[in-house]
C-alpha cells in the first residue's frame, strides 16, 4: 500500500467517525429533548461539532505536509552553505517519501557533476596528468616549501616532429602518441623519485605537444642534466603506432632554482627559452639556462620593441654592392643591402634583425619600405642619367600578402622606374615552397622586364623539375659553396656540377661573397658569369656607390660592410 493510498483511507475512517458521532448526538438530543428551542440549541451544537471533527480531518494532513516542505526547504538552503552530503530531513522521509528519495539522488548527482569538473579542470583529458593550471598551483607549493640553500629544477620538454604525426596519421593518433610519452616521462620520473612525498618530481602536460617536470629537490646540475638527457633518449626510442614505426623527439630546457629563478613562472620561462635554444640547435638534446642565453634573449626582445618604430624613425639605410661581369669585367648591377642605424648599438647587420622580423610579421612592412627606397634611387639615379639594375630580396613573409604583386608594380610606376631595372631575390627554400598562384604572378612581372634571381642556392632542399620551370634569370650561388674552392678538389667538382646544372635550365650563375683574386678565376674558368664581394668592392652608401661606379675610386670611401 502506497503512502497516498494509507492517507486517504486514514481521512476517510476519520471522517466516516465524525458522521457516526454527529448522528448519534443528533438522535440523543431528539429523544431526550422535548422543548422546540431546546432541540434549535441540541442541533446547532452537533452542526458545530460535525464542522470542527470535517475541519480536522481536513487538515490534519495539510499541517503535515506543511511541515514537511518547510522542513526540505531549509534543507535546500543549506547548500548556500556548502552543504551537499546531509540526506533529506526524517519528517520529509516520513511523509514524502518519493521527495525525500529524489532530493538524495539530486544531491549525489550534483556532487559528482563538482568532482568530474574539479577533475577536468585539474587534469590533461588525454594523457591524465596535471594541466598547466594544477601545475603551476602545485609547483608553487613545492617550491616555497624548499629550505635556504637547497636546488630544484625545472624541465621543459616539447617534442620534435611531433606536427608530422598530426599532419600524416591525424590528431585521433596524434592523442595516442601524447599518451605513448606521457607513459615513459613517468617510467623516467617514476625511477628519479627517492624519499617522502614532498620530494616527488611534479609531471604535467601543458599544451599541445609541451610537457613540464619539476623536481623539489636535487643535488646538482649534472644531476638534472643527467635526468634531461635519460628523457632524450627514452623519447627519441621509436613508438609503435597503428601498425607505424613514428620517430620523434624531444628538446628540454633546464632552469634551476633560486639560481634562474624564485618563481614557478620565472623558472617555466627560463626553461621555456632553453628549450628554444636547444630546438635551434637541431632538436633531439637538452639545454641548461644561463646568463649569456638571458641577454641573448633580452636583446631580441629589445630588438623586436625597437623594429615596430625603426620604419617611423627612417632609421634604416641602403648599402649597395657593385656585381662584377667576369665576361666584360663591368658593372651590371649591385645588390641592395638593409642596414640599421640602432639609435644605442650604431649599425646593425641584417642577421641581427631580419630573422627576429621575420618570426614576429615586421618583415612585411621592413620590406616595403626596401622596396620603396629602391624605387626613390632608381628614380634619382635616372635623372642623373645612371641607370643600374638593383637586386634586392623579397620575404616569403611577403609574399603571404594577397597585395603584395600589385603594390609592387605601383611602387615603380609612382616612381616612374621600369622594371627592367630591378631584380627580385627570393630564397631557394621560398623558390621551391610557393604555390602556382605566385609563380604565376612572378612570371608576370618577368614578362613585364623584371629580373628573378633565387639567392642563396645550395644551402636548402631543391627541386629540379621546380628549377627548371620556374621563371627565372639567375641563381645565386651561397657562399659557403665557394668556401674552400681554392683548396678543396671537392669542393671545385661541387661548384663545377652546380654550374653545369644550372646553365643546363638556361640561368645566369651569380658568386657572392668572392673575397680573394684566385676564387674569382676560380669561377671564370668554370663558367660563372658574376661575381660579388670584397675582391671588387665593399658594399656602399648611396653616393660612396655612385662615385665608385664613376670610377672616382681615388675618393676616400668609408665602407659599410
Known amino acids: 500500500m502506497t503512502a497516498g493510498t494509507a492517507q486517504k483511507i486514514s481521512n476517510a475512517i476519520l471522517s466516516c467517525g465524525a458522521g457516526v458521532a454527529s448522528f448519534l448526538f443528533s438522535l440523543g438530543a431528539l429523544l431526550t429533548l422535548t422543548e422546540l428551542d431546546q432541540k434549535v440549541v441540541a442541533a446547532l451544537v452537533a452542526g458545530a461539532f460535525c464542522l470542527l471533527v470535517s475541519y480536522v ?48 539522488s539530486l544531491f549525489a548527482e550534483v556532487r559528482a557533476s563538482i568532482e568530474n569538473a574539479h577533475a577536468l579542470g585539474m587534469y ?46 591525424g590528431h585521433a593518433r596524434g592523442d595516442q602518441l601524447l599518451i605513448m610519452v606521457a607513459n615513459r616521462l613517468r617510467v623516467v620520473v617514476n625511477a628519479e623519485f627517492s624519499g617522502s612525498a614532498r620530494s616527488r618530481p611534479l609531471l604535467a602536460r601543458l599544451a599541445g605537444d609541451e610537457f613540464t617536470i619539476f623536481f623539489p629537490t636535487i643535488e646538482s646540475s649534472e644531476e638534472i642534466c643527467r635526468v634531461a638527457r635519460r628523457i632524450v633518449l627514452a623519447i627519441s626510442e621509436p613508438f609503435e603506432l597503428s601498425s607505424h614505426s613514428v620517430d620523434i623527439g624531444a628538446s628540454i630546457g633546464v632552469a634551476l632554482a633560486p639560481e634562474h629563478g624564485q618563481s614557478v613562472e620565472a623558472l617555466m620561462r627560463a626553461a621555456d627559452i632553453a628549450m628554444y635554444r636547444a630546438k635551434g640547435r637541431g632538436g633531439g638534446q637538452h639545454c641548461l639556462f644561463d646568463a649569456a642565453l638571458a641577454a641573448d634573449h633580452q ?18 639605410v641602403l648599402a649597395f654592392q657593385p656585381q662584377m661581369s667576369l665576361v666584360t669585367g663591368e658593372v651590371v648591377g649591385a645588390e641592395a643591402l638593409l642596414r640599421w642605424n640602432h639609435p644605442r648599438d650604431g649599425l646593425r647587420m641584417p642577421s641581427s634583425f631580419i630573422p627576429i622580423a621575420e618570426r614576429t610579421g615586421l618583415i612585411s612592412e621592413v620590406g616595403e619600405w626596401v622596396t620603396n627606397e629602391v624605387a626613390s634611387n632608381l628614380a634619382a639615379w635616372q635623372r642623373d642619367g645612371f641607370d643600374a639594375r638593383i637586386a634586392f630580396n623579397i620575404s616569403p613573409r611577403q609574399l603571404d600578402r594577397p597585395d603584395f604583386f600589385t603594390r609592387l ?76 674552392i681554392e683548396n678543396s678538389e671537392k669542393a671545385r667538382v661541387i661548384v663545377q656540377a652546380v654550374i653545369q646544372l644550372i646553365k643546363g635550365v638556361g640561368c645566369e650563375i651569380v658568386a657572392e661573397a668572392v673575397e680573394t683574386v684566385a676564387q674569382a678565376d676560380i669561377l671564370r674558368a668554370m663558367g660563372c658569369d658574376v661575381v660579388q664581394g670584397f675582391v671588387f668592392a665593399e658594399p656602399m ?18 665602407s659599410v660592410a
Not at 412 to 425: C, N, Q, R
Not at 430 to 454: F, N, T, W
Request: proline share 5%; charged share 25%; glycine share 6%.
Open 57 to 104: 480531518a481536513a487538515e490534519r494532513p495539510n499541517s503535515e505536509s506543511a511541515r514537511a516542505l518547510s522542513a526540505l526547504s531549509e534543507r535546500l538552503l543549506a547548500v548556500e552553505d556548502g552543504d551537499l552530503v546531509s540526506p533529506a530531513p526524517p519528517l520529509v522521509q516520513r511523509n514524502m517519501p518519493k521527495v525525500a528519495t529524489a532530493v538524495d
Open 299 to 316: 636583446q631580441k626582445i629589445d630588438t623586436e620593441k625597437a623594429l615596430g618604430d625603426a620604419v617611423q624613425r627612417n632609421e634604416f
Open 409 to 484: 608594380r605601383q611602387c615603380f610606376a609612382d616612381a616612374g622606374v621600369p622594371l627592367s631595372l630591378i631584380e627580385l631575390e627570393f630564397t631557394e627554400s621560398a623558390a621551391m615552397e610557393v604555390g602556382a598562384g605566385v609563380l604565376d604572378e612572378i612570371g608576370a612581372l618577368r614578362r613585364e622586364g623584371a629580373h628573378v634571381a633565387i639567392d642563396d642556392f645550395g644551402t636548402g632542399y631543391s627541386n629540379i623539375a621546380r628549377l627548371r620551370a620556374m621563371p627565372l634569370d639567375r641563381v645565386k650561388l651561397d657562399p659557403s659553396l665557394i668556401a674552400d
Open 124 to 169: 590533461d583529458p588525454v594523457t591524465s596528468l596535471p594541466n598547466r593550471l594544477h601545475f603551476r598551483s602545485e609547483a608553487d607549493k613545492l617550491l616555497h616549501q624548499t629550505t635556504a640553500g637547497m636546488l630544484s629544477a625545472m624541465l621543459f620538454v616539447d617534442l620534435d616532429r611531433f606536427k608530422m604525426v598530426n599532419d600524416s596519421l
Open 541 to 558: 652608401f648611396e653616393e660612396e656607390f655612385l662615385a665608385w661606379t664613376g670610377n672616382a675610386r681615388g675618393r676616400s670611401a668609408k
